[in-house]
């Protein structure tokens, strides 16, 4: 079996002090594929300590410098998009037309930062002050194992774009992924210590990341429960903390919605990513009197989904990441039905024709309310609720009741309308009939989604400390 052996500290490939092993499974068969060795704190140490060296020097490095490291990142990071691709499918179960995009993600980020950063003007004058902005230290990078690669490489852009130097801790669920971004990372020929690569677990080299003195920003991207824990670690010495956490996005289906086609964009909202998205449209708000209409559009609109083997292109919802995810998962389907909601395609078990694996059958409750389990808590899988409202007002309501506030969706005819609902929600993104991503405009949540922003100038800005200078 694969042996992942080695970790990156100081510009160098080396054997961690930690000696744990962790299995790695092919979510799609259950099959363990491959062990990791895991960091541990002192390896956590040994990384930081490394990056603070590096930093004095790095934060002095030009622009322009640092625009064609980003540049070599993403050329050496983009040569290596069909096997970080083979990988995602492999190590994560994401369905082939996606593991491509993430692929090709975790290149075009580091694009996208070099490009800020050649627009990005380090200084202004206000009044009599100069204010410079300058970068924060060492940053720590935690990532999520729903889009590692992505995660490692954005975080790690905005970090060094900004002038920092970077400790990252990837999730240790999707060391594949972080092995070939380590050594297409490498190729780049930054200079040693300006990023190191620690894979080992949240609560030993994560714990370390959040609380040790030498850590002026951490960045994570991970679960509310874990983003409160590292808050409350970081306030000993007052760390600059970024939280991108978890949702539970409304999708409103207006009045005037041409139903043909927002049902199946509902679909591709709730079920993106195998519905392991933090972005997820898991809450569908649809006028009461259209309900008929909806649910008979939803059934056969989920009949074309086709959940299986992530390497068939027909197929748009793969495995759960991990046998717990799948239990996570299950579970909520029990409540859901246990709490009374309508189920109303899918349900228990393994989809149709599926013996093995972490497969679950693309679920849609219908006639839930807004307070039961299913509508208030993050599942994370395929698993979808309808929920009715009388009027606009009530929509506006529902959406809002609830304590994330990551991404919002609208589909409707009527733009005008649209946009003025959309300065009404609380969310960090509204989406008004698109799915499209936008790098250059700020992401992060509202409430308990995180806090802070990710990408583009906004991005840039969270690695960055102002400081005036009056004369
Ligand atoms: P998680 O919170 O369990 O783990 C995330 C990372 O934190 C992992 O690397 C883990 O090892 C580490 N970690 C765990 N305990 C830690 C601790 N005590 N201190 C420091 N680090 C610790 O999340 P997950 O299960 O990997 O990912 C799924 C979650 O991520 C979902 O809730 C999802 O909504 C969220 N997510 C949010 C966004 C966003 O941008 N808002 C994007 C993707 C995923």
Redesign the pocket.
């Known amino acids: 079996m694969l042996q992942i052996n080695q970790i990156y500290i100081n510009g160098q490939f080396v054997t961690p002090h930690g000696e744990e092993r962790f299995d790695l499974f092919n979510p799609a068969t259950a099959e363990p594929i491959a062990q990791v060795r895991l960091a541990d704190e002192h390896d956590a140490i040994s990384a930081i300590s490394a990056a603070k060296q590096a930093f004095p020097e790095f934060s002095r490095t030009p622009k322009a410098t640092r625009v064609i490291y980003l540049k070599r990142m993403h050329a050496a990071v983009a040569s290596v998009e069909a096997e970080l691709t083979a990988a995602i499918i492999l190590e994560y179960g994401a369905p082939l037309s996606r593991a491509q995009w993430m692929a090709k993600h975790a290149a075009s980020v580091l694009l996208d930062a070099a490009n800020v950063l050649d627009d990005y003007a380090f200084t202004r004058r206000i009044g009599i002050a100069e204010v410079t902005l300058q970068p924060l230290g060492v940053a720590g990078l935690?990532?999520?194992?729903?889009?590692n690669a992505g995660?490692i490489c954005g975080k790690l852009a905005a970090a060094l774009a900004a002038g920092c130097t970077a400790v990252i801790?990837?999730?240790?669920?999707s060391a594949l992924q972080t092995s070939i971004v380590t050594r297409a990372l490498h190729e780049a020929g930054l200079p040693p210590g300006v990023f190191n690569i620690v894979t080992g677990?949240?609560?030993t080299?994560?714990?370390v990341?959040?609380t040790h003195p030498d850590i002026a920003k951490v960045s994570?991207?991970?679960?509310?429960?874990?983003?409160k824990?590292?808050l409350r670690?970081g306030a000993e010495t007052l760390k600059r903390i970024t939280l991108?956490?978890?949702?539970k996005s409304p999708v409103l289906i207006l009045e005037d919605a041409d139903l043909a086609s927002a049902v199946p964009m509902a679909i591709q909202a709730g079920f993106m990513n195998s519905g392991?998205?933090?972005?997820a449209g898991t809450r569908i708000l649809v006028p009461a009197h259209r309900l008929a209409e909806v649910e008979a559009l939803m059934v056969e609109a989920v009949a074309k989904v086709q959940a299986g083997d992530p390497n068939d292109p027909a197929t748009s919802v793969g495995p759960m990441v991990s046998l717990k995810?799948w239990q996570r998962v299950q579970r909520y389907i029990h409540i859901g039905m246990e709490e009374g909601a309508r189920l109303l395609v899918g349900g228990p078990g393994l989809p149709e024709g599926v013996t093995t694996g972490w497969f679950v059958k693309p679920t849609v409750f219908s006639r839930v309310s807004n307070q039961m389990t299913i509508a208030r808590e993050?599942i994370?899988g395929p698993v979808l609720s309808i929920i009715t409202y009388s009027d606009e007002e009530e929509a506006l309501a529902i959406a809002n009741d609830t304590a994330y506030g990551?991404q919002a969706y609208i589909l409707s005819s009527d733009l005008p309308k649209a946009h003025a609902l959309a300065t009404r929600i609380e969310a960090g993104r509204v989406l008004i009939n698109t799915l499209a991503h936008e790098p250059r405009a700020p992401?992060?949540?509202f409430k308990q989604?995180?806090i802070g922003r990710?990408c583009g100038t906004f991005g840039l800005e969270a690695f960055l400390e102002p400081k005036s200078v009056l004369s």
């Open positions: 935690i990532t999520p194992w729903n889009s995660f801790k990837p999730s240790e669920m677990r949240g609560e080299v994560g714990a990341l959040s994570f991207t991970g679960s509310t429960a874990v983003g824990q590292i670690a991108e956490l978890g949702g392991q998205a933090c972005i995810q993050e994370f990551l992401f992060g949540g989604s995180g990710e």
